[in-house]
T-cell receptor, first 114, second 114 residues
Framework: GENVEQHPSTLSVQEGDSAVIKCTYS??????FPWYKQELGKRPQLIID?????GEKKDQRIAVTLNKTAKHFSLHITETQPEDSAVYFC?????????????FGKGTLLTVNP | DTAVSQTPKYLVTQMGNDKSIKCEQN?????MYWYKQDSKKFLKIMFS???????INETVPNRFSPKSPDKAHLNLHINSLELGDSAVYFC?????????????FGSGTQLSVL
């Protein structure tokens, strides 16, 4: 089955700096890669996703890049703010409808220091 | 008008007891899930149902039994609770759309087994 590795497990940055979280996946058939943000005590929520036919996607201060050959994808947050502090999860999913589950990485605790 | 609602939010119980968690979604989604999030924040899929049919059953003890009376509901019953069952349990629903699958999570049920 799919295996998703996520690094680092914790990341501390100063407000205004950039943050990068990296993930690798094992199943070359995976073609959908979402990122979820979970604030303390809250539910995970989708913040951005990318399909395998695209190499990069950007939404304001957040961007995701995908390297299918190397089987890794990354989340980039620019101009970080204290409200970006949360646990971020990457995930990977194969094609084939509901029978293919979303496999999550173990999460990265991002702390943005004011 | 909550999209995915689960009850109760908190559940404190003794070892050996049986308990249930209920989940309902009003998004019209075909697929529903149960995830377990342990103290290290790792999100692990337990079960997935598509139109009331079980499609994913991860390595979960038989003490856990999901039930889906209709596609809008997915309940989780746990028999003979153990200390290691203490975690946050998230219900979620999703609908695949052109290769994208956004998970909508409930607010979670914090289960504490004493």
């Amino acid at each position: 089955g799919e295996n998703v590795e996520q690094h680092p497990s914790t990341l501390s940055v100063q407000e205004g700096d950039s943050a990068v979280i990296k993930c690798t996946y094992s199943d070359s058939a995976s073609n959908y890669f979402p990122w979820y943000k979970q604030e303390l005590g809250k539910r995970p929520q989708l913040i951005i996703d990318i399909r395998s036919n695209v190499g990069e996607k950007k939404d304001q201060r957040i961007a995701v890049t995908l390297n299918k050959t190397a089987k890794h994808f990354s989340l980039h947050i620019t101009e970080t703010q204290p409200e970006d502090s949360a646990v971020y999860f990457c995930a990977a999913k194969g094609s084939g409808g509901s029978n293919y589950k979303l496999t999550f990485g173990k999460g990265t605790l991002l702390t943005v220091n004011p | 008008d909550t999209a995915v609602s689960q009850t109760p939010k908190y559940l404190v119980t003794q070892m050996g007891n049986d308990k249930s968690i209920k989940c309902e979604q009003n998004l019209g989604h075909d697929t529903m899930y149960w995830y377990k999030q342990d103290s290290k924040k790792f999100l692990k899929i337990m079960f997935s149902y598509n139109n009331k049919e079980l499609i994913i059953n991860e390595t979960v003890p038989n003490r856990f039994s999901p039930k889906s009376p209709d596609k809008a509901h997915l309940n989780l019953h746990i028999n003979s609770l153990e200390l290691g069952d203490s975690a946050v349990y998230f219900c979620a629903s999703s609908q695949e759309d052109r290769g994208r699958e956004k998970l909508f999570f409930g607010s979670g049920t914090q289960l504490s087994v004493l």
